[in-house]
């Protein structure tokens, strides 16, 4: 049997290179490599694993050497060129059932935490202070949820808004409207969630058509008072709109876990902004969900290199 080699980064857990090296691949575990020295060694690989900290541009892939594929733990392949590797012939793929739960929750735990200031309610107890009026908060129940993205996230946390109480409506263009009823969920188009929605939750990629989707024109369509919630990409909202509208009191207030560029820059308009709950991209990261990771990423690795076959590979028809 071919001996393929594999370079497993970006702390993926150990139980990816242990269930190739059962399968008689020479696979290692190895640091993030900047994108001049990942240029230099990626061609010395069959297969790479990647998370969000490796971008996999076209000059990393100018000389692929006898790279096959490139796996992206989780669900998002923008630090990809997608098109770039397949002009050079390498599959990518990415794990889009592993970090769902995970990023669900911590989402939803983001609007809990945003509906009754828990965040802020605790650094002002820790201070000293006893301050109960300063941050009553607002119930879930009986609010409308507006979703952006209904894929597996997006549904997980409407199952979940919907134990609360709340009323679920979402837009996705992409998908069919028995997606949605399944779900006893209403779809809409976005002129008709803009001013419905008491909370919104983005649950989209990150491509040129969803960039700065929250911007100063589709925030003056909402609700005054209303709270965004954004555990998807930082590239979805423009800061600087959001800001000026925290600050008009249009929105109520905003919970982040991903940011435009991360760690956040230090002029980017929310960064430690009262009103704005912001936590440092925790989404996938529970133990659970790295498992889960480690494990699909070993299962693409093994199917596509022994039967060059693979429903989570994006590109499979372009490539030969």
């Known amino acids: 049997m071919q001996s393929y080699k594999i370079y497993v980064t970006d702390n993926i857990a150990d139980d990816a290179v242990n269930l190739l090296k059962e399968k008689g691949f020479d696979a290692i575990s190895g640091e993030t490599l900047p994108e001049t020295q990942l240029a230099e060694a990626i061609g010395e690989y069959d297969a790479i694993a990647i998370r969000s900290a490796t971008k996999i541009t076209p000059a990393v892939l100018e000389n692929p050497g006898k790279l096959k594929l490139v796996v992206r733990g989780g669900v998002g392949i923008d630090n990809i060129d997608v098109a770039a590797a397949t002009a050079k012939n390498v599959a990518v793929a990415n794990t889009?059932?592993?970090?769902?739960?995970?990023?669900?929750?911590?989402?939803?735990?983001?609007?809990?935490?945003?509906?009754?200031?828990?965040?802020?309610?605790?650094?002002?107890?820790?201070?000293?202070?006893?301050?109960?009026?300063?941050?009553?908060?607002?119930?879930?129940?009986?609010?409308?949820?507006?979703?952006?993205?209904?894929?597996?996230?997006?549904?997980?946390?409407?199952?979940?808004?919907?134990?609360?109480?709340?009323?679920?409506?979402?837009?996705?263009?992409?998908?069919?409207?028995?997606?949605?009823?399944?779900?006893?969920?209403?779809?809409?188009?976005?002129?008709?969630?803009?001013?419905?929605?008491?909370?919104?939750?983005?649950h989209l990629p990150a491509t040129a058509e969803t960039k700065n989707i929250i911007n100063a024109e589709t925030i003056a369509q909402m609700k005054d008072g209303v709270r965004l919630i954004n555990a998807a990409r930082g590239t979805l909202l423009d800061d600087v709109a959001v800001a000026a509208a925290i600050d008009s009191g249009k929105i109520a207030g905003v919970a982040l876990d991903v940011y435009p560029t991360e760690p956040p820059a230090s002029d980017f308009a929310l960064l430690n902004k009262p009103g704005v709950l912001h936590v440092p991209h925790l989404g996938a990261s529970s133990f659970e969900a790295q498992d889960k990771v480690a494990s699909e990423v070993a299962d693409v690795i093994i199917e596509f290199l022994e039967q060059k076959t693979g429903s989570s590979v994006v590109n499979l028809k372009e490539i030969s």
């Open 96 to 202: 889009p059932g592993a970090n769902t739960i995970a990023t669900a929750e911590l989402a939803f735990g983001l609007m809990l935490a945003l509906s009754r200031n828990i965040a802020t309610g605790y650094a002002s107890l820790s201070s000293g202070e006893w301050n109960r009026k300063a941050f009553r908060g607002v119930e879930l129940y009986g609010k409308t949820l507006g979703l952006l993205g209904f894929g597996r996230i997006g549904r997980e946390f409407a199952s979940r808004a919907q134990a609360f109480g709340m009323h679920v409506v979402a837009y996705d263009p992409y998908l069919p409207e028995s997606v949605f009823t399944e779900s006893g969920v209403k779809q809409v188009a976005l002129d008709v969630l803009w001013p419905a929605a008491d909370f919104i939750s983005l």
